[in-house]
């Protein structure tokens, strides 16, 4: 696991420097504060520093005083400098851009506009990092394999001709893994077209003898219920439930077979339109049902409408079904304003579910009722997570035993949404 990264804070004020540690706490970098320049210089002599944000008026040595040191110095030279400062004429900000910032902020600052320019220097910290550590580990292999040549090889064209060597069975190999790669690319589409044909075979010839298990079943009470007793009645019942159970089990696990390979298209979604149109697909199910819903309006959301819908039949559902036993039930849908983004949230005041068993809620076939209780497959909150974590967010989840249920979800950021259109 990379070390974290570390960020150099100088600023004489401790009020400034508080304010600092706490809008860059979200880039889980490790935080190291001066006071001066003296003591900044002190902690570069024990620290690797990814990024360094200097106050410019400071007592003693400023902060232009301090970056020219750190220029100065080889450990400290490529390290990227942020001025925070109130200076604001332009003669003060090309002063710092002729002694090396790579950025300069007016106070105050916006600290969202402070929190992405670290990030990004963060990053670029991490793929210097990445780009050296790659260099040396390819440096380490060519110094051995030149050690190999020269210790069997004592004349130069001899040399030559085993590096000339070595490059032809790199380039082989490059063009054999480009081969297998074409290879295990065709086969995993061979494989996914037989598990379209397989899931297609699930839905067709196994739902057809579950239904007519049912539909003899259904006959059998109806048209000779004189000739069987009520055990013989009730066993019927049974099979005929449990036919409905396992053709309900086949379709959800369809589903969620579907939502993880099916392509996803991105667009401008209207999930208040969508949450309305879920409740009164439910209310017509139950027309005699008095459930107190309310829906936040304009909630929008980037991402693939027909699995956002999955992921709010769900949701909704799941409140529907937990508050069905309970006196004046109540469904909430809202979205909430958070530092990573808005965070959708489904509560309602039903049976909820102990939170010790919250680590089983997104598994497969995981149920944290009696079937007598609630009906169910166990399906639905794993489909409802695949979905979210391919739009490149997160769902999580609290409640209180007896007081109800609230569901959180995220849909990521745009970069996320791209990486999986790719």
């Keep these: 696991m990379s070390p974290r990264p570390m960020i150099l804070i100088v600023d004489d004020k401790a009020q400034n420097l508080f304010a600092l540690e706490k809008t860059l706490r979200e880039t889980n970098a490790e935080i190291v504060t001066a006071t001066s320049g003296n003591d900044a210089l002190i902690a570069t002599l024990s620290h690797d520093f990814a990024l360094a944000i200097l106050d410019v008026q400071?007592?003693?040595?400023?902060?232009y005083e301090l970056a020219a040191h750190l220029r100065g110095e080889p450990k400290t030279r490529h390290v990227p400098i942020i001025f925070l400062t109130a200076y604001s004429d332009e003669q003060q900000m090309f002063k710092g851009y002729g002694i090396g910032a790579m950025d300069y902020l007016v106070k105050p600052y916006d600290p969202i506009v402070l929190l992405s320019k670290v990030l990004a220097f963060l990053e670029l910290d991490r793929q210097r990092a990445e780009i050296h550590e790659q260099r040396a580990q390819l440096e380490e292999v060519v110094a051995h394999r030149t050690a190999e040549l020269e210790s069997v090889n004592a004349k130069l064209l001899v040399e030559i001709g085993e590096r000339r060597r070595a490059e032809e069975e790199i380039r082989e190999l490059n063009e054999g893994l480009e081969r297998l790669v074409a290879r295990r690319t065709a086969q995993l589409e061979v494989a996914n077209q037989e598990l379209e044909a397989f899931a297609y075979s699930v839905s067709h010839d196994l739902r057809a003898p579950l239904r007519a298990i049912e539909g003899f079943s259904q006959a059998l009470l109806e048209d000779y219920e004189a000739l069987l007793d009520q055990t013989g009645q009730d066993y019927l019942r049974r099979v005929s439930g449990e036919a409905r159970r396992m053709a309900?089990?086949?379709?959800?696990?369809?589903?969620?077979?579907?939502?993880?390979?099916a392509q996803m298209h991105q667009e401008e979604v209207d999930l208040t339109m969508l949450c309305r149109e879920v409740v009164t697909m439910l209310q017509q199910s139950e027309p005699g049902r008095e459930v107190q819903i309310t829906i936040d309006d304009g909630m929008l959301a980037q991402g693939d409408p027909q699995l956002l819908r999955q992921v709010l039949e769900n949701l909704i559902g799941n409140a529907w079904k937990f508050t069905s036993h309970t006196p004046e039930a109540r469904i909430a849908v809202q979205s909430e304003r958070r530092d990573a983004g808005p965070t959708y949230v489904v509560r309602d005041n039903g049976a909820g579910f102990d939170m010790q068993y919250r680590t089983k809620l997104f598994q497969p076939f995981?149920?944290?009722?009696?079937?007598?209780?609630?009906?169910?497959?166990?399906?639905?909150?794993?489909?409802?997570?695949?979905?979210?974590t391919r739009h490149g967010g997160r769902v999580w989840a609290e409640s209180v035993v007896g007081e109800g249920a609230t569901f959180y979800f995220t849909l990521g950021d745009e970069q996320a949404a791209d990486r999986e259109r790719r």
């Design 248 to 261: 309900e089990l086949i379709r959800d696990l369809l589903v969620l077979s579907r939502v993880t390979r």
């Design 58 to 63: 400071m007592p003693g040595m400023d902060g």
């Design 366 to 388: 995981q149920r944290l009722h009696a079937m007598s209780e609630f009906a169910g497959t166990g399906i639905g909150l794993s489909t409802v997570h695949r979905i979210i």
